[in-house]
Protein backbone atom coordinates (compact mmCIF):
# COMPACT_ATOMS: atom_id res chain seq x y z
CA UNK A 1 0.00 0.00 0.00
CA UNK A 2 1.48 3.28 -0.73
CA UNK A 3 2.34 5.77 1.61
CA UNK A 4 3.28 9.11 2.41
CA UNK A 5 5.34 10.43 5.64
CA UNK A 6 6.67 14.05 6.69
CA UNK A 7 8.08 13.96 10.06
CA UNK A 8 8.28 17.38 10.71
CA UNK A 9 5.14 18.81 12.34
CA UNK A 10 6.77 22.14 12.12
CA UNK A 11 9.69 24.74 10.77
CA UNK A 12 10.65 27.96 11.12
CA UNK A 13 13.43 29.59 9.42
CA UNK A 14 14.28 33.46 8.91
CA UNK A 15 13.50 35.31 5.96
CA UNK A 16 15.49 35.18 2.86
CA UNK A 17 17.15 31.87 3.68
CA UNK A 18 16.32 28.52 1.91
CA UNK A 19 13.91 26.13 3.94
CA UNK A 20 14.20 22.15 3.39
CA UNK A 21 10.54 20.50 4.21
CA UNK A 22 10.71 16.16 4.10
CA UNK A 23 8.65 13.74 2.49
CA UNK A 24 9.11 10.20 2.02
CA UNK A 25 7.38 7.89 0.32
CA UNK A 26 6.72 4.03 0.37
CA UNK A 27 4.68 2.10 -2.80
CA UNK A 28 5.01 -0.73 -5.39
CA UNK A 29 4.35 0.63 -8.40
CA UNK A 30 6.84 2.05 -10.39
CA UNK A 31 4.74 4.87 -11.93
CA UNK A 32 3.88 7.27 -9.60
CA UNK A 33 3.82 11.04 -8.88
CA UNK A 34 4.95 13.01 -6.57
CA UNK A 35 2.80 16.77 -5.42
CA UNK A 36 3.86 19.47 -3.03
CA UNK A 37 0.72 21.34 -1.92
CA UNK A 38 0.38 24.43 0.31
CA UNK A 39 -2.54 25.78 2.32
CA UNK A 40 -2.50 29.13 4.16
CA UNK A 41 -4.82 29.91 6.66
CA UNK A 42 -7.46 30.50 4.29
CA UNK A 43 -7.81 26.91 3.87
CA UNK A 44 -7.23 26.40 -0.35
CA UNK A 45 -4.86 24.20 -1.42
CA UNK A 46 -2.34 25.61 -3.89
CA UNK A 47 -0.20 23.09 -6.08
CA UNK A 48 3.38 23.90 -5.97
CA UNK A 49 5.22 21.44 -7.86
CA UNK A 50 5.33 17.91 -9.49
CA UNK A 51 7.59 15.23 -9.67
CA UNK A 52 6.81 11.96 -11.77
CA UNK A 53 8.76 8.74 -11.02
CA UNK A 54 10.25 8.81 -14.54
CA UNK A 55 11.50 12.38 -14.80
CA UNK A 56 15.44 12.32 -14.87
CA UNK A 57 16.05 15.81 -13.48
CA UNK A 58 14.56 17.55 -10.50
CA UNK A 59 11.39 19.40 -11.19
CA UNK A 60 11.36 23.14 -10.18
CA UNK A 61 9.35 25.89 -10.14
CA UNK A 62 10.37 29.80 -8.86
CA UNK A 63 11.43 29.37 -5.84
CA UNK A 64 10.35 25.89 -5.55
CA UNK A 65 12.27 22.78 -6.09
CA UNK A 66 12.27 19.62 -5.46
CA UNK A 67 15.15 17.04 -4.43
CA UNK A 68 14.27 13.56 -5.62
CA UNK A 69 16.07 10.43 -4.29
CA UNK A 70 14.38 7.78 -5.85
CA UNK A 71 16.81 5.20 -4.12
CA UNK A 72 16.01 6.67 -0.64
CA UNK A 73 12.31 7.47 -1.45
CA UNK A 74 12.06 10.72 -0.72
CA UNK A 75 10.87 13.99 -2.23
CA UNK A 76 11.76 16.74 -0.16
CA UNK A 77 10.81 20.66 -0.91
CA UNK A 78 13.46 23.00 -1.13
CA UNK A 79 11.77 27.04 -0.80
CA UNK A 80 14.44 29.54 -1.58
CA UNK A 81 14.80 32.79 -0.20
CA UNK A 82 11.68 32.70 2.24
CA UNK A 83 9.03 34.98 2.56
CA UNK A 84 6.42 35.83 4.96
CA UNK A 85 3.69 34.87 2.76
CA UNK A 86 5.21 31.30 2.45
CA UNK A 87 4.52 30.62 6.07
CA UNK A 88 1.52 27.89 5.85
CA UNK A 89 0.50 24.43 6.23
CA UNK A 90 2.79 21.92 3.39
CA UNK A 91 1.77 18.67 2.17
CA UNK A 92 3.77 16.18 0.51
CA UNK A 93 1.48 13.95 -2.04
CA UNK A 94 1.53 10.80 -4.26
CA UNK A 95 -0.45 9.20 -6.46
CA UNK A 96 0.33 6.08 -7.88
CA UNK A 97 0.19 4.70 -11.76
CA UNK A 98 -0.71 6.69 -14.68
CA UNK A 99 -2.65 9.86 -14.69
CA UNK A 100 -5.83 10.34 -12.84
CA UNK A 101 -5.72 7.73 -10.23
CA UNK A 102 -6.35 8.74 -6.51
CA UNK A 103 -3.73 11.12 -4.60
CA UNK A 104 -2.97 10.69 -0.67
CA UNK A 105 -1.27 12.95 1.19
CA UNK A 106 1.19 12.83 4.53
CA UNK A 107 0.87 14.77 7.61
CA UNK A 108 1.96 18.19 6.79
CA UNK A 109 4.43 20.67 7.86
CA UNK A 110 3.70 24.07 9.35
CA UNK A 111 6.11 26.24 7.64
CA UNK A 112 7.00 29.82 9.75
CA UNK A 113 8.88 31.93 8.33
CA UNK A 114 10.58 34.86 10.81
CA UNK A 115 10.64 38.60 9.92
CA UNK B 1 -5.90 24.61 -15.20
CA UNK B 2 -9.37 23.56 -14.12
CA UNK B 3 -11.29 25.65 -11.89
CA UNK B 4 -13.54 24.33 -9.08
CA UNK B 5 -16.21 26.46 -7.14
CA UNK B 6 -17.76 24.37 -4.27
CA UNK B 7 -21.12 24.79 -2.65
CA UNK B 8 -21.64 25.99 -0.14
CA UNK B 9 -18.84 27.30 1.12
CA UNK B 10 -19.67 26.69 4.60
CA UNK B 11 -22.22 25.54 7.00
CA UNK B 12 -23.96 25.20 10.38
CA UNK B 13 -25.72 22.36 10.81
CA UNK B 14 -27.79 20.16 13.43
CA UNK B 15 -27.38 16.74 14.39
CA UNK B 16 -29.18 13.95 12.74
CA UNK B 17 -29.52 16.42 9.93
CA UNK B 18 -28.07 15.75 6.03
CA UNK B 19 -26.25 18.22 3.95
CA UNK B 20 -25.46 18.06 0.34
CA UNK B 21 -22.05 19.92 -1.00
CA UNK B 22 -21.92 20.97 -4.59
CA UNK B 23 -19.13 20.83 -6.98
CA UNK B 24 -18.62 22.05 -10.52
CA UNK B 25 -15.38 21.91 -12.57
CA UNK B 26 -15.19 24.78 -15.66
CA UNK B 27 -14.12 22.07 -17.77
CA UNK B 28 -14.76 18.53 -18.30
CA UNK B 29 -12.52 16.71 -16.08
CA UNK B 30 -11.67 12.85 -15.78
CA UNK B 31 -11.25 12.16 -12.51
CA UNK B 32 -13.48 14.00 -9.65
CA UNK B 33 -12.55 13.10 -5.65
CA UNK B 34 -14.07 13.78 -2.66
CA UNK B 35 -11.52 14.18 0.56
CA UNK B 36 -12.08 15.33 4.54
CA UNK B 37 -10.01 17.51 6.64
CA UNK B 38 -10.65 17.42 9.69
CA UNK B 39 -9.26 19.99 12.36
CA UNK B 40 -5.65 20.31 12.64
CA UNK B 41 -5.32 16.95 10.17
CA UNK B 42 -4.62 16.26 6.70
CA UNK B 43 -6.56 15.26 3.68
CA UNK B 44 -8.29 12.05 3.71
CA UNK B 45 -9.91 10.56 0.28
CA UNK B 46 -13.44 9.94 1.12
CA UNK B 47 -14.34 8.53 -2.32
CA UNK B 48 -13.88 8.51 -6.55
CA UNK B 49 -16.65 9.90 -8.08
CA UNK B 50 -17.17 7.88 -11.10
CA UNK B 51 -19.73 9.60 -13.85
CA UNK B 52 -22.52 7.38 -14.29
CA UNK B 53 -21.94 4.54 -11.99
CA UNK B 54 -21.45 4.35 -8.13
CA UNK B 55 -18.41 5.86 -6.85
CA UNK B 56 -15.48 3.95 -4.72
CA UNK B 57 -15.17 4.51 -1.25
CA UNK B 58 -11.79 4.67 0.52
CA UNK B 59 -11.92 2.11 3.59
CA UNK B 60 -13.48 3.68 6.58
CA UNK B 61 -16.08 5.58 4.58
CA UNK B 62 -19.68 3.77 3.48
CA UNK B 63 -21.93 5.09 0.70
CA UNK B 64 -24.82 5.03 3.47
CA UNK B 65 -23.19 7.93 5.11
CA UNK B 66 -21.61 9.95 2.17
CA UNK B 67 -23.79 9.05 -0.51
CA UNK B 68 -22.38 11.01 -3.64
CA UNK B 69 -23.41 11.83 -7.49
CA UNK B 70 -21.52 12.22 -10.52
CA UNK B 71 -23.98 12.96 -13.64
CA UNK B 72 -21.68 14.00 -16.06
CA UNK B 73 -17.84 14.99 -16.21
CA UNK B 74 -18.09 18.87 -14.45
CA UNK B 75 -20.47 18.23 -11.59
CA UNK B 76 -20.50 15.91 -8.61
CA UNK B 77 -21.94 15.85 -5.24
CA UNK B 78 -21.21 14.77 -1.77
CA UNK B 79 -24.07 14.08 0.59
CA UNK B 80 -23.09 13.85 4.27
CA UNK B 81 -26.22 12.04 5.87
CA UNK B 82 -27.16 12.29 9.40
CA UNK B 83 -24.66 14.29 10.55
CA UNK B 84 -23.18 14.28 14.37
CA UNK B 85 -20.63 16.57 15.13
CA UNK B 86 -17.60 14.10 14.63
CA UNK B 87 -18.34 15.39 11.17
CA UNK B 88 -17.33 18.77 11.64
CA UNK B 89 -14.68 19.32 9.20
CA UNK B 90 -13.37 20.72 5.86
CA UNK B 91 -14.88 18.96 2.69
CA UNK B 92 -13.13 19.23 -0.08
CA UNK B 93 -13.82 18.42 -3.97
CA UNK B 94 -10.75 17.89 -6.33
CA UNK B 95 -10.51 16.96 -10.11
CA UNK B 96 -7.96 15.83 -12.76
CA UNK B 97 -7.80 15.58 -16.39
CA UNK B 98 -6.28 11.79 -16.55
CA UNK B 99 -4.36 10.90 -19.03
CA UNK B 100 -0.72 12.19 -17.88
CA UNK B 101 -2.38 15.19 -17.24
CA UNK B 102 -0.53 15.47 -13.48
CA UNK B 103 -1.90 18.57 -11.81
CA UNK B 104 -4.96 17.73 -9.15
CA UNK B 105 -7.28 20.66 -8.71
CA UNK B 106 -9.04 21.51 -5.39
CA UNK B 107 -12.01 23.48 -4.65
CA UNK B 108 -12.30 25.87 -2.02
CA UNK B 109 -13.61 23.29 0.32
CA UNK B 110 -16.80 23.67 2.76
CA UNK B 111 -16.31 24.26 6.18
CA UNK B 112 -19.45 22.01 8.32
CA UNK B 113 -20.03 22.76 11.72
CA UNK B 114 -22.15 19.90 13.18
CA UNK B 115 -23.65 21.03 16.95
Known amino acids: AQKITQTQPGMFVQEKEAVTLDCTYD???????LFWYKQPSSGEMIFLIY??????QNATEGRYSLNFQKARKSANLVISASQLGDSAMYFC????????????FGAGTRLFVKA | SAVISQKPSRDICQRGTSLTIQCQVDSQVTMMFWYRQQPGQSLTLIAT?????????ESGFVIDKFPISRPNLTFSTLTVSNMSPEDSSIYLC????????????FGPGTRLLVL
Open chain 2, 94 to 105: SANRGGGQETQY
Open chain 1, 27 to 33: TSDPSYG
Open chain 2, 49 to 57: ANQGSEATY
Open chain 1, 51 to 56: QGSYDQ
Open chain 1, 93 to 104: AMREGGGGFKTI
